[in-house]
């Protein structure tokens, strides 16, 4: 079983910055696509970015791209989220997802794809 546990979420004036971390654990060996989701009240769940943790190969909304970076270190099971020049409209909830099933090329946005969640880490950007 694996569990997925969110950091690093807070509140920051619009341009700032943040990182967030999604600490893993129950892994097995084999590869898996683990992505960054947001979402506010109202709205459907949005596929941010996404990485295999074998491959490395990454994925991003047009909305952040060249603003935010998804990395991971497999030596700590941890996932990370880099978010540069932030926007208000990047205020919402942020959830870590992995799945072993996920094709991370084409399904990364899919947010009912994914078996693993995380409980959520908020984001607030201030104008």
């Known amino acids: 079983q694996v569990q997925l546990v969110e950091s690093g979420g807070g509140s920051v004036q619009a341009g700032g910055s943040l990182r967030l971390s999604c600490a893993a654990s129950?892994?097995?060996?084999?590869?898996?696509?683990m992505g960054w989701f947001r979402q506010v009240p109202g709205k459907e769940r949005e596929g941010v970015a996404a990485?295999?943790?074998?491959?490395?190969?990454?994925k991003y909304a047009d909305s952040v791209k060249g603003r935010f970076t998804i990395s991971r270190d497999n030596a700590k099971n941890t996932l990370y989220l880099e978010m540069n020049s932030l926007k208000p409209e990047d205020t919402a909830m942020y959830y870590c997802?992995?799945?072993?099933?996920?094709?991370?090329?084409?399904?990364?946005?899919?947010?009912?794809?994914?078996?693993?969640w995380g409980q959520g880490t908020q984001v607030t950007v201030s104008s």
């Open positions: 129950g892994y097995t060996s084999s590869g898996y696509c």
């Open positions: 990485i295999h943790t074998r491959a490395g190969g990454t």
């Open positions: 997802a992995a799945d072993r099933s996920v094709a991370c090329n084409s399904q990364w946005t899919r947010a009912i794809a994914f078996g693993y």
